[in-house]
Each structure stands twice: as structure tokens, then as C-alpha cells.
């Protein structure tokens, strides 16, 4: 509660009569004593919200695009709280590519890829998420057989965050798997980061200057930030 009151700027008094007043309909859940935290009333209305954003025509559209402008894989991740904050791919583009010929395997992708320590589209989204959420994934532990190119120091990982939001993307070198490059911009909702788009190549594929692709997957992040806030279709 105390939390609520610093973000707020409200009385502690006013913040317990708003949190007290919501736990008959369900709008809040009381843990113990001066912890609360959000009832299913208002996760129902977060899902419908959320039921809102670009479909999923549009996103793969975006990504086929993404794909054919530089030839890269193009992969969508969403931010997903249950079970603890993690990422999931929810759409992608291959075109052509073979992702078992190329060494991309099932493995990696669902485990090394779900967590936001790892990869670009993993920090990308860490670096736009409030201080307590951020050190709760500090706290985790890398997988044991985590690409070599991974940041292991929490120093370290913390200080790309900031050069992160300062440039709004992320490169990761060998991060998820070896022998790929990557990179990611966030999907935003005002300044929450909901999810990244990822565009990931061979690393003896990806040119010395980026700068052509990073502006390409800014580009689709930024059209997908816009609808995800105000949805409308794509044109």
C-alpha cells in the first residue's frame, strides 16, 4: 500500500479507502496486511483491453514485411506476467529460411528465449518495465547452457537498460543462439513496454552496418506501438 501512495502521490488513508472500497468486486485482493494486489475484476477488464490490439493478420503482415525488407526472421514476443514475467512468441515470419539447417531449434526458443535477461527482444521489453519488476528478474538465473554471447553481470545488464531506452533498440550478439545475431525494439502502451519485435540473422549474414535493419525493425515496432494504443486497421 505504502507503494501505491509514493507512485500516486495520494494519502495512505485515501489509497486504503480506494483498495478497501474495490475488494467487494473483486477490483482488489487483499494478501495480508497492507498488501493488495489487482482482483479479477480488473484483469477481466486488462484482457479486454488487451482483446483490442492489432489482430493477428496485421501482425503477421507487419512481419512478412519485416522479412522480405531484410531477408531476416522476423519474430513477435509478448510480455507474460503469469507464472512469472517472461516472453513469448506469438507470430513470426521465416519466409524461406529452414530453421533446423540453419541450427535454430525448438529448445533454445522456449527456454534460453522465454526469459527477459536473454537476447534483445528479452531486454528491450526488461528496460521499460518499473525498478521492482526489473530486480525480480535480476534475480533469476540464467539457464545452465545459455549462449555464450549472454550478459551475466546484473551491472552490466543494468547499464545496457539504460542505453536501451536512450536508443530505443536493443543488439544482441549470440544471446538466444549460437551463431545468431539479432535485433529488437519495443512494442509500447505509453511508456510500458508490451512486447518486442525481433529481426534475428546468421551472424555471418548480418553486415557490419545495422543500420538498415535496425530502422527496419524500428519501423515495424513503432507501427505496432501505434495500434496497440489506438487500434485501428493497417493499411
Known amino acids: 500500500m505504502l507503494d501505491l501512495a509514493t507512485a500516486t502521490g495520494m494519502p495512505d488513508s485515501t489509497v486504503h479507502r480506494i483498495l478497501k472500497s474495490g475488494m467487494p468486486g473483486g477490483a482488489f485482493d487483499q494478501i495480508c ?4 494486489r489487482p482482483g479479477p475484476t480488473i484483469i477481466k477488464i486488462a ?3 488487451m482483446a483490442h490490439v492489432p489482430s493477428a493478420a496485421t501482425t503477421q503482415r507487419l512481419l512478412t514485411d519485416l522479412h522480405d525488407a531484410t531477408g531476416g526472421a522476423a519474430l513477435l514476443f509478448v510480455l507474460a506476467p503469469f507464472g512469472g514475467l517472461r516472453r513469448l512468441c506469438t507470430d513470426y515470419a521465416w519466409g524461406d529460411l529452414n530453421p533446423g539447417e540453419l541450427g ?3 529448445h533454445p526458443l522456449v527456454t534460453h528465449s522465454r526469459s527477459l535477461r536473454t537476447g534483445a527482444s528479452g531486454r528491450v521489453i526488461l528496460a521499460h518495465l518499473p525498478a521492482p519488476l526489473q530486480e525480480l528478474v535480476f534475480a533469476e538465473e540464467l539457464p545452465a547452457d ?5 550478459i551475466r553481470d546484473n551491472d552490466t545488464l543494468a547499464a545496457t537498460l539504460a542505453e536501451i531506452r536512450q536508443s530505443g533498440y536493443a543488439i544482441a550478439r549470440e544471446e538466444v543462439v549460437p551463431g545468431w545475431d539479432a535485433v529488437a525494439a519495443p512494442v509500447m502502451w505509453g511508456d ?3 512486447g518486442s519485435v525481433l529481426l534475428a540473422k546468421p551472424k555471418a549474414d548480418m553486415p557490419a552496418d ?3 535493419l535496425i530502422e ?3 519501423d515495424t515496432a513503432r507501427k505496432l506501438s501505434k495500434l496497440t494504443a489506438a487500434p485501428t486497421p493497417y493499411i
Open 104 to 106: 535454430v531449434f525448438a
Open 192 to 194: 510500458m513496454a508490451m
Open 216 to 218: 527496419h525493425t524500428c
Open 210 to 212: 545495422m543500420s538498415e
Open 146 to 150: 545459455a549462449a555464450p554471447g549472454v
Open 33 to 36: 496486511r497492507g498488501k493488495y
Open 47 to 49: 484482457m479486454h483491453a
